[in-house]
């Protein structure tokens, strides 16, 4: 790495890490104003509380973490600090002098958003969900006392489109969902006529497969009437490795869509290709627009660098004050691309991807008039 890119980075990454951590300290205060008295009822200990405020911070609010809302705001006041700095003090002048382009200046900066963007990217499909779920799992069970051990959906029912599938559960546990009893899965031709009927006093998922025990199933004729009696109850347990749905696939169809990571999601709509209009919209727009927010990193700090390095002479307040207004401007449009999408105004795709395809032209078009 050369002299000029630790440089760089050295006077970049210090505020970088200032603003973020403000930004994340003040997310988390103005929560711990409201929970702290539950905190101190319950006798939590302080290891737990920092656990719970780490995991807060990638807990999925609204359609992405906190994490990854913040971290393009982060690099984009980090670079207008820095390269505002440098004018003031005329190094941008000297490093042009020295025969260093403005666009080879931009190259650790660039760097710093491709790994904020792939951060923010794999902990919102990994961390985010597993964090939601603890998050509200511990408030609920730890700071407002509500025991779930025996939370379950009586009478669950689970489509699945696409095998022409249902499930029919007695009682279908949230916390142990590879367990359940009284089970009924009713399997349906192409026209829509019942095929087959098993049943089963309970199932489990073992080893990647559903294994039915005390299992019973009866055909049905091309009319959709009974073909022949149940057969007797099965003495030992019987795998079902033909049914593909797996526990999870059963516990996201009633999970609120924080929960759920955007393969998760994808996997919904491919179980439900009947679903459409604004009920699938919705969905897609939530899937497109999650995965584009990462990379809004390397979008914004794209926009940024034209904004406070076009030229020395600039107001330092000038030039902060434009990539305030773009910073505005993006997240506006972030939620009018997203209202538009789930209305069907837009293709979900564009919906989800508009704020980073609008700021990416602005961004290279001022990037590419710099000298």
Not at 86 to 104: D, I, K, P, Q, Y
Not at 210 to 239: C, D, H, I, K
């Amino acid at each position: 790495m050369k002299i000029i890119d630790r440089y760089l980075l050295k006077e970049y990454l210090v505020p970088l890490g200032y603003i973020l951590g403000s930004f994340c300290m003040l997310y988390i205060v103005l929560d711990l104003f409201d929970r702290f008295p539950a905190f101190v009822e319950a006798q939590v200990p302080f290891v737990d509380i920092c656990l719970y405020y780490f995991l807060y911070l990638f807990a999925v609010n609204g359609f992405v973490p906190f994490i990854v809302v913040i971290l393009p705001i982060a690099l984009l006041l980090a670079a207008l600090y820095t390269l505002t700095l440098f004018a003031r003090h005329n190094e941008l002048t000297a490093m042009c002098a020295s025969g260093v382009s403005v666009r080879r200046l931009m190259t650790p900066l660039m760097m710093v958003g491709l790994c904020a963007s792939l951060f923010g990217a794999v902990a919102q499909e990994t961390l985010g969900p597993m964090a939601t779920r603890w998050v509200a799992d511990y408030g609920k069970r730890v700071l407002r006392g509500i025991d779930e051990s025996e939370e379950v959906v009586p009478n669950y029912v689970y489509h699945s489109g696409s095998e022409r599938r249902q499930w029919m559960v007695d009682r279908f546990s949230l916390r142990t969902p590879g367990q359940m009893k009284g089970v009924k899965v009713l399997q349906e031709r192409e026209d829509g006529t019942l095929m087959t009927e098993i049943l089963a006093k309970r199932a489990e998922w073992m080893d990647g497969s559903w294994w039915f025990y005390e299992m019973q199933s009866r055909p049905y004729n091309e009319a959709g009437e009974p073909a022949g009696p149940l057969t007797a109850p099965s003495e030992a347990p019987v795998e079902m490795a033909h049914l593909g749905e797996n526990p999870e696939d059963l516990l996201n169809e009633i999970r609120n869509t924080d929960y759920l990571s955007s393969w998760d999601m994808i996997r919904f709509l491919r179980a439900r290709p009947t679903l459409t209009g604004p009920a699938r919209a919705r969905r897609e727009v939530d899937i497109y627009a999650r995965i584009a927010m990462p990379w809004s990193c390397m979008v914004l700090i794209l926009l940024s660098l034209p904004a406070t390095a076009g030229g020395v002479r600039r107001p330092a307040l000038r030039s902060v004050g434009f990539g305030l207004a773009a910073l505005f401007g993006f997240y506006f449009i972030v939620n009018m691309g997203m209202i538009l999408g789930k209305r069907e105004v837009l293709w979900p795709w564009l919906a989800g991807w508009l704020p980073n395809i609008v700021f990416l032209a602005i961004g290279g078009s001022l990037t590419s008039r710099m000298k």
